[in-house]
T-cell receptor, first 111, second 118 residues
Framework: QKEVEQNSGPLSVPEGAIASLNCTYS??????FFWYRQYSGKSPELIMS????GDKEDGRFTAQLNKASQYVSLLIRDSQPSDSATYLC???????????FGQGTELSVKP | DGGITQSPKYLFRKEGQNVTLSCEQNLNHDAMYWYRQDPGQGLRLIYYSQIVNDFQKGDIAEGYSVSREKKESFPLTVTSAQKNPTAFYLCASSIEAGLAPSSYNEQFFGPGTRLTVL
């Protein structure tokens, strides 16, 4: 059973701080990784994709991938109350192309 | 506007009834997916379709059925055999099936349908 693990939280950070969200996965051959943001009662929104080891930056978001250690993380700089949401990590299953989702980490940014 | 639409937004069903959830996309995407989300849980895959007239079971297909007669449409039927159907149902699509290991398979979601069994 291929798995994606996230700390369910809640993770609470003050406004302006860096929020760090982590995800580990079990399938060593996975090559595509995604972060989705889901506001309460809404559907997930894709915010970052990463395929190569290292960092990928997009605005205040940085995704980090370490395939040797089988983890992917998301950093949110200058966190805002509007960043308060659940963040879902997803990993592409190379057999069939499906995405396997973690259970999500709830982030709360306090003003 | 390009995107994925789901209807209805809210659906109430009596026990023993079948209901069909609609999912339409005008993104010209080949692949479409149905997920179920329960409170505090991640997404679980019900069915997916990589091409018209073909679909595969996901992890929790029992009690559900789908069809893919058109590229744009992937309706999901929740049958009376589904023991606990109350959940948030999400449809997604991706430009291609992502079968090649090097392909990315970014999936984009519709707004969802919240189903409640009375």
């Amino acid at each position: 059973q291929k798995e994606v693990e996230q700390n369910s939280g809640p993770l609470s950070v003050p406004e302006g701080a860096i929020a760090s969200l982590n995800c580990t996965y079990s399938d060593r051959v996975s090559q595509s990784f995604f972060w989705y943001r889901q506001y309460s009662g809404k559907s997930p929104e894709l915010i970052m994709s990463i395929y190569s080891n290292g960092d990928k930056e997009d605005g205040r978001f940085t995704a980090q991938l370490n395939k040797a250690s089988q983890y992917v993380s998301l950093l949110i700089r200058d966190s805002q109350p509007s960043d308060s949401a659940t963040y879902l990590c997803a990993v592409k299953d190379n057999q069939g192309g499906k995405l396997i989702f973690g259970q999500g980490t709830e982030l709360s940014v306090k003003p | 506007d390009g995107g994925i639409t789901q209807s209805p937004k809210y659906l109430f069903r009596k026990e023993g009834q079948n209901v069909t959830l609609s999912c339409e996309q005008n993104l010209n995407h080949d692949a479409m997916y149905w997920y179920r989300q329960d409170p505090g849980q991640g997404l679980r895959l019900i069915y997916y379709s990589q091409i018209v007239n073909d679909f595969q079971k996901g992890d929790i297909a029992e009690g559900y059925s789908v069809s893919r007669e058109k590229k744009e449409s992937f309706p999901l039927t929740v049958t009376s055999a589904q023991k606990n159907p109350t959940a948030f149902y999400l449809c997604a699509s991706s430009i291609e099936a992502g079968l090649a290991p090097s392909s990315y398979n970014e999936q984009f979601f519709g707004p969802g349908t919240r189903l409640t069994v009375l």
